[in-house]
Nanobody, 123 residues
Framework: VQLQASGGGLVQPGGSLKLSCAAS????????MAWFRQAPGKEREFVAA???????YYADSVKGRFTISRDNAKNTVYLQMNSLKPEDTAVYYC??????????????????WGQGTQVTVSS
């Protein structure tokens, strides 16, 4: 199973980026898709998750600025990032799994990971 993330880059504070993650699996529509990020010297942290039921979860730090969405016909999950801040700088990873609700923000709940895409927010 492969997850291919793309869309990262360098953007100025206040700018926007849209990340994409394409999955090569037949069970995409039944899985929870999520984004995590890891900044240099820091632990990997939860960003957003989108359940197959349509339930969506966000980290408090990105709520109101980031939007996760999915297109099951294309086996792709997206992360629209607006009003970017320097502290959003990190490698962003997409993940696929079936975590229980209490573990949806825990990376251990996801079995498959993409290779990561770098997002740098700097003037």
């Amino acid at each position: 199973v492969q997850l291919q993330a793309s869309g990262g880059g360098l953007v100025q504070p206040g700018g926007s980026l849209k990340l994409s993650c394409a999955a090569s699996t037949r069970t995409f529509s039944r899985n929870t898709m999520a984004w995590f990020r890891q900044a240099p010297g820091k632990e990997r942290e939860f960003v957003a998750a989108h359940r197959s039921t349509g339930n969506i979860y966000y980290a408090d730090s990105v709520k109101g600025r980031f939007t996760i969405s999915r297109d099951n016909a294309k086996n792709t999950v997206y992360l629209q990032m607006n009003s970017l801040k320097p502290e959003d700088t990190a490698v962003y990873y997409c993940a696929r799994g079936d975590p229980i609700t209490s573990s949806i923000r825990n990376s251990n709940g996801y079995h498959y990971w993409g290779q990561g895409t770098q997002v740098t927010v700097s003037s």
